[in-house]
C-alpha cells in the first residue's frame, strides 16, 4: 500500500509564489510517475504536471514557464509554483503511478490565490 502526503499549500496573493510537496510511504517502485492534479470548484480534476523518475516532465499548457516540478528521489515530488493567478486557485493532489495501473492519490492540499 502507498500513502502520499501533501504540504505547503495556503492563501497567497495573485503574483506570490508557493511550494508544494508530498512524500509517498510504502512499496515505491524506482521507476514510476510523480505528479500534480488539481480541481477548482465546479470544475473536474486537471493534470497540472508530471515527472517520470528519468527525468522527464509534462506541464499543462496553463503553467508552462510559472510552476516547476521536481524530486528528490522517487518517492518525493514537489511544485514550485510562481507568478500566482486567481485562476490557479484550487484543491492541488498529488498523485503518483507506478507497476501496472497502480495509481495512488494524496488527500489534497488547499491553494488559494486572492488579494
Known amino acids: 500500500q502507498v500513502q502520499l502526503v501533501e504540504s505547503g499549500g495556503g492563501l497567497v496573493q495573485p503574483g506570490g509564489s508557493l511550494r508544494l510537496s508530498c512524500v509517498a510511504s510504502?512499496?515505491?517502485?524506482?521507476?514510476?510517475?510523480m505528479g500534480w492534479y488539481r480541481q477548482a470548484p465546479g470544475k473536474g480534476r486537471e493534470l497540472v504536471a508530471t515527472?517520470?523518475?528519468?527525468?522527464?516532465t509534462n506541464y499543462a499548457d496553463s503553467v508552462k514557464g510559472r510552476f516547476t516540478i521536481s524530486n528528490d528521489n522517487a518517492d518525493t515530488v514537489y511544485l514550485q509554483m510562481n507568478s500566482l493567478k486567481p485562476e490557479d486557485t484550487a484543491v492541488y493532489y498529488c498523485?503518483?503511478?507506478?507497476?501496472?495501473?497502480?495509481?495512488?492519490w494524496g488527500a489534497g492540499t488547499q491553494v488559494t490565490i486572492s488579494s
Open positions: 498523485n503518483l503511478a507506478q507497476g501496472l495501473g497502480d495509481n495512488y
Open positions: 510504502g512499496t515505491i517502485y524506482n521507476n514510476n510517475i
Open positions: 515527472r517520470t523518475t528519468l527525468g522527464r
